[in-house]
């Protein structure tokens, strides 16, 4: 079993930045990607960012160019800046196997505002 802990997550100021991290741990093996998701009110979780083993990278357009995933053996972060209040939300970290098999923590919460 593999369990996920995201921290980082807290209240910021609109243009702040933040960096959100995630930790794997338990039996990982066979890992295709880590990634952030969340979930804004009404609509399903969405991919906000996620990096795959050999180092690609993906980005939703919303973050693009403001945003920086990046991951360290079995940890990985989200560097955001240039948050505005539409990033509020609850960042999720996700690990996906190459079977399919996907891991999810239990959510950091984002709040962007003055």
């Known amino acids: 079993q593999v369990q996920l802990v995201e921290s980082g997550g807290g209240l910021v100021q609109p243009g702040g930045s933040l960096t959100l991290s995630c930790v794997a741990s338990?039996?990982?093996?066979?890992?295709?990607?880590m990634s952030w998701y969340r979930q804004p009110p009404g609509k399903q979780r969405e991919l906000v960012a996620l990096?795959?083993?050999?180092?690609r990278t993906n980005y939703a357009d919303s973050v693009k160019g403001r945003s920086t995933i990046s991951s360290d053996v079995n940890t990985v972060y989200l560097q955001m800046n240039s948050l505005t209040p539409e990033d509020t939300n609850v960042y999720y970290c996700n690990l996906a196997t190459w079977d399919n098999v996907n891991y999810w923590g239990k959510g950091t919460l984002v709040t962007v505002s003055s």
């Open positions: 990096i795959t083993r050999d180092g």
């Open positions: 338990g039996s990982i093996s066979g890992v295709y990607s």
